[in-house]
């Protein structure tokens, strides 16, 4: 499955109870990324400069780095994947339709936490507190903003065309949002 939502909409909160939950393996293209600048990797060289602006990692990178993950971590996949952070573009989207094809899966359900914007923007400069991300700035958390809109949003009708996007009130604690997903995943 995938978990969608703008930025600070609470996805990698969310995923960590679905993991928790159902046993999913979890992938998070942020966190994947945050690791490769961490080791100075040459993709992580190249993936600060994006994110630090708030912009996306070019679609060709991300891809590459997904298809990578998924290869050295099949044997964890049994139980299925909570696809946190990708895909964030149409073309990302086909990507991943394609990978899980030749890998005889498919995405089942795209669960998006749907939150307003000032909710967004509050909960992100308060994480900017602690959470040391160059990207949680107020500055860069609208850039983000504005790039979700113009490239991530068009896939909920990408989803919704095939039938496969649920969206969810992402608002509430904690626990009352969780409560909804799973209801939709039992569904
Ligand atoms: P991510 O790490 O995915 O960052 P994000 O969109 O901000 O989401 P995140 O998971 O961190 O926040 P969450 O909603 O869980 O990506 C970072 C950057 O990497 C991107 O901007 C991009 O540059 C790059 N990147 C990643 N994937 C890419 C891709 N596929 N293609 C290209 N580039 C890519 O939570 C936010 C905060 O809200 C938390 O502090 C949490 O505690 C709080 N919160 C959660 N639920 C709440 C609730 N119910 N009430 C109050 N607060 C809540």
Known sequence: MVIFGAPGSGKGTQSDKLIEKYGFYHISTGDVLRDQIARKTEAGILADRYISEGHLVPDEHIIKILGDVLDE???KMANGIVFDGFPRTVNQAVALEQMLK??????NA?????VDED????????RGKTSGRKDDNPETIRERLVVYHDSTCPLKEFY?????????DGT???DEIFERICKEIER
């Open 119 to 126: 909710e967004l923007i509050a909960r992100l400069v308060n």
């Open 73 to 75: 971590n099949r044997e």
């Open 102 to 107: 030749e890998r005889g899966s498919e995405v």
């Open 172 to 174: 509430g604690s904690v």
């Open 110 to 114: 795209v669960i998006g936490l749907e």
């Open 160 to 168: 919704t065309k095939n039938n496969k996007y649920r969206g969810i």
